[in-house]
């Protein structure tokens, strides 16, 4: 819609508000000149109310203010030549984008302050991580939520007429006070007012409970630095000299010019609810505004942190330092004491050269074709906070708190395909030196929103893109300390809507035979883009609309690698080498991971994300049906040939689905129901597995495969059920061989599939074998699968639309 409008040249326009469609923007000191002609060229595509609005706008300045007011839609012939017009948005679309965002849309920042606040008061707790662990307190990536309605109550609104279910609110609390087995709760907060506060009478009500060990994960929590701090005071001695005055809780004196050190903590595979077990690395960095380089600089020191009882008697256990290992710090310090520890001289620096992004200091860039920033014309609208309109599609897109990217139903023509499409978690597991300390990492515990920055337009989304914002609490400080209170959250521009360049190419191309005219269709695609930071990692979520009623999900993988020290370390004081070399020729690689700067090793791990695909193939009654090729043998009249072969899936399986290019398939949801009018096939959508993503190669034993027991399949199958809400929960981080989702568990119950509401969990990964160009930042690389219509239309759709025809061939 309104193709030719000016662009902001420097502002994103925001999705804010509930009149139906007003967006803000540009920002303070964008441009809004244009001219009169710029409101002309629009009187093709614009109403004659929306175009008198912006014409009268013009003497205030605010053109673009102006052309963003809500109207008809449609794609001006001076900007494009498939001139493509949409109904005038009318009250029954403006109602339904209210209700979506009613049902679906995240917690504003507004609710999030005001029901942490109502809560943390009810309750008698704090909304903020406390210093001292201990008491009552509101914590974790999901601390405070939107409860999503059952679809049964959302259905009966959206489709029946019937009430609104109430907006309410899920927070989670840590009680250190209570007894263990109850020592998390969950409380339902509301109803709220749709505005940013609390209904009157509004409530705070007990919902459930889990052990303390299950606690979320909290950035603000320091727990585990008690007893890293207690390692490090009773190693004083030997980890100054070894890596000098780099510990902040050494020295009183200590020159900030020295650096400084920050641990990280990870579950480790004997982790479980009652024993929560923490591999804690260490890295190193100089300057607090290049951070990012103690990815490249881990100390070869480790251990884990056992907290099992009461924080007096949690302890470290599997020490390494300098490649010599040690069932417990009184184990290392005897060797010390003894003479048989041999204390390495490692101590880390930066020049700030190999290890950050950009060119060298003192270096400067090459750059033979500038980027000029990328642009584009608004054919779209967002309506409130999140309700999208693009052609043919509407859906409800939001970010959660704890998971990121989720969109909501999902409407071709008004004919509903999705009731939700959500990514779910983000796993990766990591090989490491010894069995013991491989770890992995539920993104989701840690949030996938959280710890994510502005969008920045012409990087991630081009100018011109509409922003959706979601809600943070977590706060860092230059001085290391982090602070997490949803009392206090504030607005992050997270993800962003807009079309497509066309750099994709056509969606249908053909040059015919005889007379070698081409025709085709250049291709558009709405996009709704979320980039989640993760500590080293980024995410790229990317759901993308087609023309062709296709969806297509794609996830990309960004950042720093995790890497380790390896030897041989030198001991100045003996004059010796510590550790043997890796095995074969000096630049040889150890097993865990390839050498990508001198004895700095990038481990080998692996990336998978799974999304709820809720797919309602006209209704909730549908099917799961397998289609396969298949290869029959002809006997003697002649060679063998290729058949396929069809098959309804009865119940729900355990039998991981895993997309085999040496036994291609189709997997589809169907209404038996509802008939193509042209075949009398039953319509559908598919999932279709695209760039040949990976699966998990650790045991179905494994605890990390238990954890993630989604990432052994590309594909599950269930029954939907409210009490399955998503693929897993973010107090599973530490539980790993106990979730309290699973999809194994899903599927255990073996649920009829027929006739039944379905719910996709679909699976995709990329093993990472490191390599020295993932220094210091990888290539960004991806994964992605498509649903597309199966049956559905009775041709392709995308043929309605205006074509490109070529021009006649040229005679020889």
């Not at 727990?223 to 980890?239: A, G, P, Q, T, W």
């Not at 890796?582 to 090793?601: C, E, I, L, Q």
């Not at 939907?720 to 530490?734: G, I, M, N, Y």
């Amino acid at each position: 819609m309104w193709p030719s409008q000016r662009v902001p040249e420097d502002g994103y326009y925001v999705a804010d508000g509930h009149d139906g469609g007003r967006l803000t923007g540009p920002r303070a000191g964008a441009s809004t000149s244009g001219g009169v002609e710029a409101v002309l060229s629009l009187r093709s595509a614009l109403g004659l109310a929306s175009l008198v609005s912006a014409v009268s706008a013009l003497a205030g300045g605010l053109l673009v203010a102006a052309l963003l007011q809500p109207g008809p839609a449609g794609t001006s012939s001076a900007a494009s030549s498939s001139t493509e017009l949409f109904e005038e948005l009318g009250p029954a679309t403006l109602a339904t984008a209210r209700q979506t965002e009613h049902l679906f849309a995240e917690l504003s920042v507004d609710e999030v302050r005001s029901v942490a606040a109502f809560a943390a008061e009810q309750l008698g707790c704090s909304s903020r991580f406390p210093e001292s662990f201990g008491g009552c307190f509101l914590s974790g990536s999901e601390a405070v939520t939107l409860q999503l309605p059952s679809k049964e109550a959302a259905l009966a609104y959206l489709d029946a007429g019937q009430a609104a279910p109430a907006r309410m609110a899920q927070v989670i609390v840590v009680h250190a006070e209570k007894p263990p087995e109850s020592g998390v709760r969950f409380y339902t907060v509301g109803p709220l007012t749709g505005q940013g506060g609390l209904e009157e009478g509004a409530s705070v009500t007990h919902t459930g409970s889990v052990h303390f060990n299950r606690r979320p994960v909290d950035m603000a929590d320091g727990s585990c630095d008690v007893v890293s701090h207690r390692v490090f005071r009773e190693m004083k001695d030997i980890l100054l000299s070894s890596f000098g005055d780099i510990f902040p809780t050494l020295s009183e004196a200590k020159d900030p010019k020295d650096g400084s050190i920050w641990i990280i903590y990870a579950p480790a595979g004997t982790s479980t609810v009652h024993k929560r077990v923490s591999r804690a690395q260490i890295n190193y960095y100089n300057d607090p505004e290049q951070f990012q380089v103690s990815w490249m600089h881990p100390l070869p020191f480790n251990f884990v942190v056992v907290q099992d009882g009461l924080p007096q008697q949690w302890y470290a256990e599997n020490l390494t330092y300098c490649g010599q290992s040690f069932r417990s710090l009184a184990g290392l310090l005897a060797a010390d004491a003894a003479g048989s520890l041999a204390r390495c001289s490692a101590r880390p620096s930066t020049d700030y050269s190999w290890d950050t992004p950009g060119p060298d200091p003192g270096s400067a860039a090459r750059d033979s074709h500038p980027q000029a920033p990328r642009r584009v014309l608004q054919t779209w609208q967002v309506l409130g906070r999140g309700a999208v309109r693009w052609g043919d599609w509407e859906f409800q897109a939001t970010v959660r708190p704890g998971s990121g990217l989720a969109i909501h139903d999902v409407r071709w023509r008004g004919e509903r395909i999705l009731y939700e499409l959500a990514l779910s978690d983000a796993h990766a597991y990591y090989a490491a030196k010894s069995p013991e300390e491989q770890w992995y990492y539920s993104d989701k515990a840690f949030s996938l929103s959280q710890l994510s920055a502005d969008l920045v337009l012409g990087l991630d989304c081009p100018v011109g893109a509409t922003v959706l914002e979601s809600s943070h609490w977590v706060f860092f400080a230059l001085d290391g300390t982090v602070s997490s209170d949803p009392a206090q959250a504030q607005a992050l521009r997270h993800a962003c809507v807009y079309e497509s360049d066309g750099l994709e190419g056509s969606s249908w191309r053909h040059a015919q035979l005889l007379n070698r005219r081409v025709t085709g269709r250049r291709t558009r695609m709405l996009v709704t883009r979320a980039v989640s930071t993760v500590g080293n990692y980024d995410y790229i979520s990317e759901v993308h609309f087609g023309e062709d009623g296709s969806i297509h999900v794609r996830n990309e993988f960004a950042g720093f690698p995790e890497t380790d020290k390896i030897g041989p370390f030198r001991d100045e004081e003996h004059g010796r080498r510590i550790g043997r070399e890796t095995v074969g020729a000096s630049s040889a690689s150890p097993d865990f991971g390839n050498r990508v700067h001198h004895n700095v090793v990038a481990q080998l791990h692996s990336h998978f994300v799974v999304w709820k695909v809720d797919l309602d193939v006209l209704g909730q009654r549908n099917e799961f049906r397998i289609l396969k090729s298949v290869v029959h043998s002809s006997g003697a009249s002649g060679p063998e040939h290729k058949a396929q072969e069809e098959h309804r899936v009865e119940r729900e399986d355990q039998s991981p689905l895993v997309a085999s290019a040496s036994s291609p398939g189709v997997w589809a949801i169907v209404n038996p129901e509802e008939r193509n009018a042209v075949t009398g096939a039953p319509r559908g959508y598919a999932i279709m597995i695209q760039s040949a993503p990976a699966v998990q190669t650790l045991p179905p034993g494994h605890p990390f495969s238990v954890a993630g027991s989604f990432a052994r399949r590309h594909l599950a199958v269930t029954k939907r059920k409210e009490e399955e809400p998503q693929a897993v929960h973010s107090l599973d981080h530490f539980a790993v061989t106990e979730p309290l989702l699973s999809v194994d568990n899903f599927l255990a119950d073996g649920e009829s599939l027929v006739g039944e509401d379905l719910v996709c969990w679909v699976s995709v990964g990329k093993e990472h074998f490191t390599r020295t160009e993932d220094v210091p930042l990888v290539s960004n690389f991806g994964v992605q699968f498509a649903i597309v219509p199966w049956n559905y239309h009775v041709e392709n759709p995308a043929m309605e639309l205006p074509m490109v025809v070529g021009p006649a061939p040229r005679k020889t």
